[in-house]
């Protein structure tokens, strides 16, 4: 799932990369790979997740590529504008509110940036919820894409 999310990110060397609820670390290991001159940076809530995935990614971290953080998405630790790409990988549905995380995505996002949500068949997430969801946390130009392994929702800012 996180290699099909980041192809449809258009992830580039230079970019700067947040992913929001990381988990283990997976995500934010493939999206370093893919921005050797870029920066990853990433969110969860979950304290051991924040552990797992420091110790996935521990050379990229001490290599200053890649940054992790405890926290929310309600409240997203960097300046308005500080990302060209977002993502998020079966975290929404947990969200306290889904239109205030994606404002919040929206506004660390630079003016032509991007956010993939994608979510795997047992995120229980259905694809009819995803536009409006979007649209109303400000995002534009959505397009639902949805496979066997799940839904991919893009949109711009």
Not at 57 to 68: H, I, T
Not at 83 to 105: K, T, Y
Request: one cysteine or more.
């Amino acid at each position: 799932m996180a290699e099909w999310v980041l192809s449809e990110l258009d992830v580039e060397p230079t970019d700067h990369v947040i992913e929001i609820g990381f988990g283990p670390g997976i995500g934010i290991q493939s999206a370093a790979a893919r921005t050797p001159d870029g920066f990853v940076a990433g969110v969860d809530y979950s304290e051991v997740m924040v552990e797992l995935a420091l110790n996935q990614n521990a050379e990229d971290v001490e290599a200053g590529n890649v940054e992790l953080r405890f926290g929310s998405v309600d409240d997203l630790p960097y300046e308005d504008g500080t990302f060209d790409l977002a993502f998020s990988i079966n975290s929404m549905q947990v969200w306290p509110n889904p239109i205030e995380g994606l404002e919040e995505i929206r506004r660390v996002l630079k003016p032509s940036g991007r956010v993939v949500l994608g979510f795997t068949p047992s995120a229980g997430q259905s694809s009819d919820e995803l536009q409006p969801l979007l649209s109303d946390g400000g995002f534009d130009n959505i397009r639902i894409e949805e496979k066997e392994m799940g839904i991919c929702a893009i949109a711009s800012k």
